[in-house]
């Protein structure tokens, strides 16, 4: 993958008891420059998380950007992404990257959630892409794909992950998320956030 290759991450951040969840965009290039940023919010426990996605992709504009990477499926309690809709709203490959191993969703689902409530989410949950197990850089991440192979998925997991086993737009996104949520945690006050 040539070094100028860039990818949008996307990351989630939230304080306890707060009815927002912050997400940040970073653009990323396979070299580890980054030269973008976006910052939005989803409801904790609502349906808006593609929307925001969607949203922070069109805010940046950015055509260069050749993949989406968000980490994990459920940000904001439950509040899904929609990987299909993704892909169709940004017109390019989305990738999605979990960290640990998981029997699934639904129980978890089933618990906290009734009626409509529920059906929606596991409609929503079940139309996913399965999680692929990949091996990268001796650790494992588990990864769900819209609009690339699989083959392809893993090499581009591995291209943007130059150590350790998170992608480089998912770790500098997550940075961001942080520091823009305990930002507005202190009503705006100067703020440092360190990984």
């Not at 991450?9 to 580890?32: F, H, I, Y």
């Not at 426990?45 to 069109?58: C, F, Q, R």
């Not at 509040?79 to 299909?84: E, K, R, V």
Request: glycine share 8%.
């Amino acid at each position: 993958m040539k070094a100028g290759a860039r990818a949008l991450g996307v990351a989630e951040s939230s304080r306890p008891d707060a009815a927002r969840s912050t997400l940040a965009g970073a653009v990323v290039r396979a070299d580890r420059v980054v030269d973008g940023f976006a910052v939005g919010s989803c409801t904790v426990g609502g349906t808006d998380a593609t929307e925001t996605v969607v949203a922070l992709a069109d805010r940046l504009d950015r055509e260069d950007v050749a993949y989406l990477f968000f980490a994990g499926i459920a940000p904001a309690w439950y509040n899904l992404l929609d990987l299909h809709r993704l892909h169709a709203a940004v017109d390019r490959p989305v990738l999605l990257i979990s960290f640990e191993a998981s029997p699934g969703l639904e129980p978890a689902l089933r618990e906290a959630f009734a009626g409509d409530a529920l059906e929606s989410r596991l409609d929503v949950y079940r139309a996913q892409p399965p999680r692929r197990r990949l091996s990268v850089n001796d650790e494992t991440v588990f990864v769900r794909s819209v609009g690339i192979s699989n083959d392809e998925a893993a090499d581009v997991v591995r291209a943007f992950t130059p150590e350790g086993g998170r992608p480089e737009p998912l770790r500098v996104a997550r940075l961001a998320a942080r520091a823009a949520d305990a930002w507005q945690a202190l009503d705006g006050r100067d703020f440092v956030q360190e990984d």
